[in-house]
T-cell receptor
């Protein structure tokens, strides 16, 4: 049963520290998404890749967040420096592309910045 | 105005009841529509796509009204296991333009004995 995997599942860090979250999309999927979920805002799209190329990162605070796909099996989301307001659940999702395509979500990384 | 709006609930219903959720979207050019389900502290999962002609999957029926820009989800004979948050999801892109989804904040359903 193919799944999106994410590490770490939980992260507690102090303000100012760098945080790196990793995602392994489902093999063969060519689109990867990073979302952030909070109680107040719900699910927000941060970044979107197709065939490893970034297509849209307009939802991402550029000064502290960066998203990359070093290869087809790994996507990373970095926050440097982290702030308490970054506390949220970060989900990675992958899909085959196309407007009717299903996005498959990973289990998420629950980030707490103290 | 939010792109996708849902009543947050919670909807508390007895087992066996029929419950309906509505969702409105602001972009009239939106092309595809979905309902996702999210259990507490879990990831969202696709429940069903919503087609112009409406579609049914067992106890679940989804409808789309393009003129009024709303989507509905009907759950019949609700089960305890249906308790979850239901996310209304819209893709504003035309076919081939990508699948950047916009999620509503969700409607919480609690099915009780």
């Amino acid at each position: 049963d193919a799944r999106v995997t994410q590490t770490p599942r939980h992260k507690v860090t102090e303000m100012g520290q760098e945080v790196t979250m990793r995602c392994q999309p489902i093999l063969g999927h060519n689109t990867v998404f990073w979302y952030r979920q909070t109680m107040m805002q719900g699910l927000e799209l941060l970044a979107y890749f197709r065939n490893r190329a970034p297509l849209d990162d307009s939802g991402m605070p550029k000064d502290r967040f960066s998203a990359e796909m070093p290869d087809a099996t790994l996507a990373t989301l970095k926050i440097q420096p982290s702030e308490p307001r970054d506390s949220a659940v970060y989900f990675c999702a992958s899909g085959l592309g196309g407007s009717l395509d299903t996005q498959y979500f990973g289990p998420g990384t629950r980030l707490t910045v103290l | 105005r939010k792109e996708v709006e849902q009543d947050p609930g919670p909807f508390n219903v007895p087992e066996g009841a029929t419950v309906a959720f509505n969702c409105t979207y602001s972009n009239s050019a939106s092309q595809s529509f979905f309902w996702y389900r999210q259990d507490c502290r879990k990831e969202p999962k696709l429940l069903m796509s919503v087609y112009s002609s409406g579609n049914e999957d067992g106890r679940f029926t989804a409808q789309l009204n393009r003129a009024s820009q709303y989507i509905s989800l009907l759950i019949r004979d609700s089960k305890l296991s249906d308790s979850a948050t239901y996310l209304c999801v819209v893709n504003p892109s035309r076919s081939g333009g990508g699948n950047k989804l916009t999620f509503g904040t969700g409607t919480q359903l609690k099915v009780e004995l």
